[in-house]
């Protein structure tokens, strides 16, 4: 196995996004949990902002996936999912952090949020781990921040 890449997505990474995007798993801990048809995610990939999009690789074959949405002035909110051959090998950490690092370079001032279905323990565990701290738990959702209180933006 060839080792471990970070890198902004591209165009062809459109069917391994959907690939993943699908699973069951990662749609029973999404917000919308029905299956994404091919034509609604080939309108979502092609409209998406990909400025803090990335994937993670090996052996040319995208394992892992996140992504920065911009929600309004300094906030942003990640959504991040893996591969299911992959979970369990540290890929969401590895995607966090490397994606933390490069939208921290490129944004000052920022506050990232996340927000988890209680019931999916992986991801909280992940962005607990990972330095994110509980903000509220509001219907069954925990909203997570990234960062010490003020040290990255205003709560």
Excluded at 36 to 65: C, P, S, T
Excluded at 83 to 93: A, C, D, F, T
Aim: no cysteine; proline share 3%.
């Amino acid at each position: 196995m060839n080792p471990l890449k970070f890198r902004r997505v591209k165009d062809t990474d459109i069917w391994d996004i959907y690939e993943i995007s699908n699973d069951p798993v990662v749609r029973s801990f999404s917000f919308s949990q029905k299956p994404i048809g091919r034509e609604e995610h080939l309108k979502w990939f092609q409209k998406v902002d990909k400025k803090f999009f990335f994937v993670a690789e090996v052996d040319n074959r995208v394992v892992g996936q996140i992504r920065f949405d911009k929600k309004r002035g300094d906030l942003y909110e990640v959504s991040i999912s893996v591969h299911p051959l992959w979970r369990g090998k540290g890929i969401g950490s590895f995607l966090l952090r490397e994606g933390l690092k490069e939208l921290l370079k490129r944004v000052k001032n920022t506050e990232v949020i996340a927000r988890v279905r209680e019931e999916n323990i992986a991801s909280r565990h992940l962005f607990e781990k990972e330095g994110f701290e509980e903000l509220k738990r509001e219907k069954g959702i925990i909203t997570y921040r990234y960062g010490e209180k003020g040290e990255i933006g205003n709560p």
